[in-house]
């Protein structure tokens, strides 16, 4: 029973995966076509379709590579090379993942803590809210540099720039489901409070914060996505050495497209690695709350 509900759920995966592998080596073969035939194969003569086809596949600096060439190229940078080398993706992927944990938690932190400000003051509500969505208009390509100027001319270098414009991408979608979710409690279950006697500060640990669960841990899931963002794109105009970020620069710099796309692949599953952390958080908080309750 479990085998057959666990196929039956790998099904759909494995049929996009193949899907998406099959595009993608469709697309390779069409857009390194032209590179091929001008560089390798018309030099050389006659040439039929397959000869075309394997050649756009094994192409040095391709358009774009093909799916086993990525593959090779995170085995050989995971593999061939000690996890402290900047040759290896894992060291890349450490340092883009401690700046965005701690953007993420500061994010956290400070969409919580509006959250609770805005429920609780008709005026902050009307004060901060519009501010709140306006700053989600910038581009955080084009606010990323200036924060990390002002933050070098304070003094803040390394993890602190970074998980500053990390923070930014966060706490906006905590922010406004938190405000949705201390809200939600309906006038019944506040008026019993009431009648319970119960403070302003009771009433919200006791009543708000638990109803807000369900509201707060999908935003969660949102934040740590958009701060890994945040992070890899705050690495881009510091020139930094280390990061997924510094990766993909480097890999533009020298047109290593193969490089490109390993960086992006590995960024692509320490997202998922992270949506699916705080996910196990979620299930063990509703499960722990269920059982209390």
Not at 62 to 87: C, K, N
Not at 268 to 283: C, F, S
Request: glycine share 8%; charged share 10%; proline share 6%.
């Amino acid at each position: 029973m479990k085998s057959s509900l666990l196929a039956q759920r790998a099904m759909p995966v494995a049929t996009m995966l193949a899907a998406v592998l099959l595009l993608w080596y469709v697309g390779s073969v069409g857009l390194n076509a032209a590179g091929a035939i001008e560089r390798v194969l018309a030099p050389k003569g006659p040439y039929s379709t397959l000869d075309l086809i394997a050649t756009t596949l094994e192409m040095q600096r391709p358009v774009l590579p093909a799916p086993h060439q990525v593959a090779l190229e995170l085995w050989h940078s995971l593999l061939d090379w000690p996890l402290d080398s900047p040759r290896n993706l894992l060291y890349h992927v450490a340092v883009t993942a401690q700046s965005t944990l701690v953007g993420f938690v500061l994010g956290t932190l400070l969409g919580v803590a509006l959250a609770a400000a805005i429920v609780h003051s008709r005026t902050l509500d009307r004060a901060l809210l519009p501010w709140i969505v306006a700053s989600q208009t910038v581009p955080v390509l084009a606010i990323a540099p200036i924060v990390l100027v002002i933050l070098g001319s304070l003094g803040f270098s390394g993890v602190a720039p970074k998980a500053t414009i990390a923070m930014y991408l966060c706490f906006f979608p905590v922010t406004v489901a938190m405000v949705q979710g201390l809200r939600s409690p309906q006038r019944i279950e506040t008026e019993l409070m009431h009648t319970y006697a119960a403070s302003r500060l009771q009433s919200f640990w006791l009543l708000r914060v638990p109803a807000a669960l369900p509201y707060l841990f999908p935003s969660l899931r949102v934040a740590i996505a958009a701060g890994l963002v945040g992070a890899m794109v705050a690495e881009l105009p510091t020139g930094a050495q280390a990061g997924l970020g510094a990766r993909l620069l480097t890999g533009s710099y020298y047109g290593n497209t193969v490089a490109i796309w390993a960086a992006l692949v590995m960024s692509a599953l320490l997202g998922l690695l992270l949506t699916v952390a705080v996910g196990g958080v979620e299930k063990l908080a509703l499960r722990s709350r269920r059982a209390a309750g």
